[in-house]
């Protein structure tokens, strides 16, 4: 059964700092999916990350993506409080399947 | 372009009733999921439907339903409500080909609290 661990599962930051959210997953995949969440609302797609050693970057967001090590991150660079959200990573069940395994979640706060 | 549109987006229900969320996708895409999310399990998998077949179904008790219809859209029933069934209910539709295959658009979702 595919699992999907990140971590830290809560971040607390300061603004202007750096810092990475890891994404772990049990099975092999080349195509990981990142999300934000706003409280009380949907999820917004970030990032898909398609095959192995893939990086995609907007604004203060960059994320990269192993496939042989099964681990994406999420780097986060001089944080402001606009950044403050959960995200998730998701990678697909199977080939082909449109079926998301999430990870829990990193709940990010950043503090002025 | 519309987004994925659910429809209630709150709705309370008491234990025994029956429920049902329904999920506009963004025009063209074919491919209608469906996601339950609580603070407890997080982000689970429900369904999926494309065509209106279901080609994937999640770890769910034979009370959570679906179906979708000719024009794409799509309806979740919950049936027999406990109250571990209060939940944000999450659609996400996505097409099948091209550049953007597979990446998910949600909806705002739809929160149920059952009592």
């Known amino acids: 059964e595919l699992k999907v661990e990140q971590n830290p599962l809560f971040l607390s930051m300061q603004e202007g700092k750096n810092y990475t959210i890891y994404c772990n997953y049990s099975?092999?995949?080349?195509?990981l999916y990142w999300y934000r969440q706003d409280p009380g609302k949907s999820l917004e797609s970030l990032f898909v990350l398609l095959s192995n050693g893939a990086v995609k970057q907007e604004g203060r967001l960059m994320a990269s993506l192993d496939t042989k090590a099964r681990l994406s991150t999420l780097h986060i660079t001089a944080a402001v409080h606009d950044l403050s959200a959960t995200y998730f990573c998701a990678v697909d069940a199977a080939e082909g399947a449109q079926k998301l395994v999430f990870g829990q979640g990193t709940r990010l706060t950043i503090n002025p | 372009k519309a987004g994925v549109t659910q429809t209630p987006r709150y709705l309370i229900k008491t234990r025994g009733q029956q429920v049902t969320l329904s999920c506009s996708p963004i025009s063209g895409h074919r491919s209608v999921s469906w996601y339950q999310q609580t603070p407890g399990q997080g982000l689970q998998f429900l369904f999926e439907y494309f065509s209106e077949t279901q080609r994937n179904k999640g770890n769910f008790p034979g009370r959570f339903s679906g179906r979708q219809f000719s024009n794409s859209r799509s309806e979740m029933n919950v049936s027999t409500l406990e109250l571990g069934d209060s939940a944000l209910y999450l659609c996400?539709?996505?097409?099948?080909?091209?550049?953007?295959?597979?990446?998910?658009?949600f909806g705002a979702g739809s929160r149920l609290t059952v009592l």
């Open positions: 099975t092999t995949s080349d195509r």
């Open positions: 996400a539709s996505s097409t099948t080909g091209g550049r953007s295959a597979n990446v998910l658009t």
